[in-house]
């Protein structure tokens, strides 16, 4: 009809009309990916306060952090004159308390464990077996290993003995200097008391404490063991529970050293933290809890093809009550000295 | 006699033999782009475990109403654990199967004991809702031996699926139909 308007769009308003649809679609989507982004999910995971250490406990304060070892970074140890010792990538590395670096000893595969003797002499943990090497790197043996399962994990030498964490078989490889094996500790056997370790994921740690016998962690039954150097199981401490005072999770700890006056430094995976324990098994206080490892505490297992890839910590201490954190995401050592007036309570 | 020189290309024939070149070569292209098709037709949906976040999105965002996304369990990789972190909340007040100890918010997990102190874990998959809970509990302090999978008896393989187009790890990948399944193996 001739009085209505004329409602013909004109070439120019027609593209323009397009290009403001086609903005406004543009926006509407980006808007509502954001909104998918933004969702909560209803099924959280929910720790709630657990990751959260109450102040009040924590005794120690970082000091430092010495240059990252090479990846992965598996295990810290302590040598004569506080020399560190960490087996890392394919390789042993010492250094100085300031990192500098003394020395690196290649070796054929990737290192798990390290101990060194009182005489200077560097024993490295390979999957399946020990190489020994003397104070300035040359390799003096290559021992047998205990056998195709073996998945060392741990290692301490003593004055005459050197004893092998297996995660693999869950026992602890006894050794005489020259590398015959003289005994097998911790497997289930009713005589010597021994409940048989727990292993559900490979850290098994083993350390000679101050009192002549040994400590081995046993994380699956959430305690520390204690066996003579025969393989008689003497006594346990600990117990499960995600609250600061337990050990967290399926299988903790994973990792332990002891203070100079034998009290014991523990740590954790899951919740990553260190704690102080006496020697009753009582909580004294926590060297750095799991908000001081937030890379840590992030990172899920994925294919299980490594004992790096789970994540984790391990710790040594120096003759002055010193703790040396070394987190295994990242590969860096955290130097932490008891809190106050700077002095350690050896 | 006579040499086999070529004889000289006119313009006539250049451009026929341009054309029928062309001809050949689109046939091609589209011989191609058909058997193309016929790969992406003999693909199916599955999850990257590696890349799996655990954000939740499979049990909300799958066009059926239980979604084809469900928890499956590597035996192999498993500690079968007394505390197990994928049955057990992260703070249990007991190790027991009280419901109240139970991370699953369908109580889609069965435990067994098998001897001490050892446990099996098996998914029931028609309550498991594709949550990813257990995976959390389980990756955050064990082996990682629950992991999610696309179960291709009940994925209808949309051409778009709608929880890749959320997936916050972008885990969301197309494999082999004759080989759908990403598992976790142990090389322990």
């Known amino acids: ?346 | 006699m006579k040499g086999t020189r070529e004889e000289p290309v006119n313009r006539r024939q250049f451009v026929r033999n341009a054309v029928r070149g062309t001809v050949v070569a689109g046939l091609g292209a589209l011989v191609g782009r058909l058997a193309a098709g016929n790969v992406a037709r003999g693909s199916v949906w599955q999850i990257d475990p590696a890349k799996c976040v655990r954000c939740g999105k499979c049990a909300t965002h799958c066009v059926l109403e239980q979604s084809a996304v469900k928890c499956v369990h590597a035996y192999a990789v498993c500690g079968y654990c007394q505390l197990c972190t994928g049955y057990f909340g992260p703070d249990p007040n007991d190790l027991t199967t009280a419901a109240e100890n139970q991370l699953c918010p369908t109580a889609a997990i069965r435990r067994t004991f098998v001897e001490d102190p050892y446990y099996e874990y098996a998914i029931d998959e028609k309550r498991c809702i594709g949550c990813a809970k257990c995976v959390e509990g389980c990756n955050r302090f064990g082996n990682g031996s629950l992991f999610l999978q696309v179960r291709h008896d009940r994925c209808v393989n949309c051409n778009e699926c709608s929880i890749a187009r959320v997936c916050d790890g972008n885990a969301f990948v197309r494999v082999p139909a004759d080989q759908p399944y990403l598992l976790k193996t142990t090389t322990a």
């Open chain 1, 1 to 346: 009809m001739n009085g209505k308007p004329d409602q013909r769009l004109s070439r120019r308003e027609f593209v323009g009309k397009i290009a403001l649809g086609a903005i406004g679609a543009g926006v509407a989507s980006a808007a509502g990916k954001r909104l998918v982004a933004a969702e909560s999910n209803p099924f959280a995971y929910e720790l709630g306060n657990l990751a959260k250490t109450d102040p009040k406990l924590i005794g120690y304060e970082e000091t430092g952090r010495l240059p990252a070892l090479p990846m992965p970074a598996r295990h810290l140890e302590i040598g004569p004159n506080n020399t560190l010792f960490a087996a890392a990538g394919n390789s042993i590395v010492s250094m100085t308390r300031d990192g500098a670096r003394s020395l690196e000893i290649a070796l054929g595969g990737p290192a798990r464990c390290v101990a060194v003797a009182a005489d200077g002499s560097i024993f490295a943990g390979l999957r399946d077996h020990i190489e020994v090497f003397d104070g300035k790197g040359t390799r003096v043996a290559s021992w047998e290993s205990p056998g195709p399962k073996t998945w060392l994990t741990g290692l301490s030498v003593g004055e005459n003995d050197v004893f092998a964490a297996d995660s693999g078989t869950r026992v602890v490889h006894r050794f005489d200097r020259s590398g015959k094996a003289v005994g097998r500790i911790g497997a289930k056997n009713a005589e010597r008391n021994a409940p048989g370790f727990v292993v559900p994921s490979p850290y098994l740690a083993v350390r000679i404490h101050r009192d002549g016998l040994l400590r081995v962690n046993d994380p699956g039954r959430h305690r520390i063991e204690a066996y003579t150097l025969a393989g008689d199981f003497e006594g346990a401490w600990g117990k499960f529970g995600a609250g600061i005072d337990g050990f967290c999770g399926c299988c903790n700890p994973i990792n332990f050293t002891f203070l100079p006056d034998g009290r014991s430094v523990t740590c954790e995976k899951g919740l990553p933290r260190v704690k102080i324990y006496t020697a009753e098994g009582q909580l004294e206080s926590v060297v750095a809890g799991t908000e001081s490892f937030p890379e840590n505490a992030k990172v899920g297992a994925g294919e299980h093809d490594s004992d790096a890839s789970l994540a984790g910590l391990d710790a040594a201490v120096d003759s002055e009550g010193r703790v040396y954190i070394l987190d295994l995401v990242t590969a860096q050592i955290r130097v932490m000295r008891r809190k106050g007036t700077g002095e350690h309570k050896a």
